[in-house]
């Protein structure tokens, strides 16, 4: 298996716009976790997803983050407008059933809002 | 909920060298236990895990971790680090029967020759 992969690895766009990041899933992972990681608050869970229905999105900063996962093996996570404070490293993170076995990580998208 | 405390948000050490990495762990019930390692410019790598059973667990590239339920710790450590082991760990825990994984703010270990 190819791991979770992320696109894009890096994302610069200026304030106000639209950003969209995407994952794909390890094949029979059900479970799906967007995270963002920066140096001042570590990492934090924005969204979590099980059989592609979203579960607890608590985390999700704003309502301008939104996040998808209209099939098992695609998910987005939408930032509009975006602002410089969102600049981040955007982790996706699967897993089978309750991640009794660890989640596996995709490579992140570094994103940086100018 | 439960929470993670690393201890240590620095360990300088020079390579052939021991290592420790502390973490401690908050919870009401019984949980999962695990460390990452995070590599420059990577997504984060599991290292090992507990789960149950023996409280000696052992991991990739040499490491092991200790559950100490009394102290509720669970200290990473290898023998002797390579120059490669320059990385952030991360601790994490999760409650059983639960999806959330809660991770420490992650400790930075560089390793000089």
């Known amino acids: 298996d190819a791991g979770v992969i992320q696109s894009p690895r890096h994302e610069v766009t200026e304030m106000g716009q639209e950003v969209t990041l995407r994952c794909k899933p390890i094949?029979?992972?059900?479970?799906l976790f967007w995270y963002r990681q920066t140096m001042m608050r570590g990492l934090e869970l924005l969204i979590y997803f099980n059989n592609n229905v979203p579960i607890d999105d608590s985390g999700m900063p704003e309502d301008r983050f939104s996040a998808k996962m209209p099939n098992a093996s695609f998910s987005t996570l939408k930032i509009q407008p975006s602002e410089p404070r969102d600049s981040a490293v955007y982790f996706c993170a699967s897993s089978l059933g309750q991640g009794i076995n660890g989640y596996t990580f995709g490579s992140g998208t570094r994103l940086t809002v100018v | 909920a439960q929470s993670v405390t690393q201890l240590d948000s620095q360990v300088p050490v020079f390579e052939e060298a021991p290592v420790e990495l502390r973490c401690n762990y908050s919870?009401?019930?019984?949980?999962?236990l695990f460390w990452y390692v995070q590599y420059p410019n990577q997504g984060l790598q599991l290292l090992l895990k507990y789960l149950s059973g023996s409280t000696l667990v052992k991991g990739i590239n040499g490491f092991e971790a200790e559950f100490n339920k009394s102290q509720t710790s669970f200290h990473l450590r290898k023998p002797s680090v390579h120059i490669s082991d320059t990385a952030e760990y991360f601790c994490?825990?999760?409650?059983?029967?639960?999806?959330?994984?809660?991770f420490g703010a992650g400790t930075t270990v560089t390793v000089r020759a």
């Open positions: 919870s009401s019930v019984s949980v999962y």
């Open positions: 094949s029979g992972h059900n479970s």
């Open positions: 994490a825990v999760s409650e059983m029967n639960d999806y959330k994984l809660s």
